[in-house]
């Protein structure tokens, strides 16, 4: 199975800040990556697919980027909604793998 | 609007069995691929398996191959999930997931999901 390594695994981030998440995949994956946000108690919200493909109705301040085995998750202005756990997958292959989230808290 | 709607969960012991269903409606179930995902207590999303569109192919992750049936009923617009033999790990919150198309392995929407804790 393709391994999926975020990092960080916390961030403590102010409004306003600039975030960034990374994945990286343990083999080539090409663009086969998606990100989510989840929030306590809810199911994961689609935000990111073909690593930089914002999926409608996402805002603009998401945005996602990299292929083959390295890949960002950006945040240019954190917003209040915004904090959350943050997660990557691979669908390049099966079994289909998520990282291990990345939790985003207020400092 | 695209719904889904998982129910089933419970409390069931070591080697017993559970059986999930998701009801959908918001779109074309026949045209879609579903899976589902489960997570943990506090852990991180872990993908079951995954059956296409026209039911014809089917995918599992390796822990619950030969335990899980993935199965889907068009007529009832329905997603399912048997789970055999289950076990102390299989313990999470189960969500359904609709594929964003046919085929592409990632997912645009998801239900609520329904707790399974498996336990002596």
Partial sequence: DIQMTQSPSTLSASVGDRVTITCRASQN????????????????????????TSESGVPSRFSGSGSGTEFTLTISSLQPDDFAT???????SYSLTFGGGTNVEMK | HVQLVESGGGVVQPGGS??????????????????????????????????????????????VKGRFTISRDISRNTLYLQMNSLRVEDTAVYYCAKDFSTWENYFDFWGQGTLVTVSP
């Fill in chain 2, 18 to 63: 559970l059986r999930l269903s998701c009801a959908t409606s918001g779109f074309t179930f026949s045209s879609y691929g579903m899976h589902w995902v489960r997570q943990a207590p506090g852990k991180g999303l872990e993908w079951v398996a995954f059956i296409r569109s026209d039911g014809n192919n089917k995918y599992y992750t390796d822990s």
């Fill in chain 1, 86 to 92: 943050y997660y990557c997958q691979q669908y390049h």
């Fill in chain 1, 29 to 52: 994956i090409n663009n086969w990556l998606a990100w989510y946000q989840q929030k306590p108690g809810k199911a994961p919200n689609l935000l990111i697919y073909e690593a930089s």
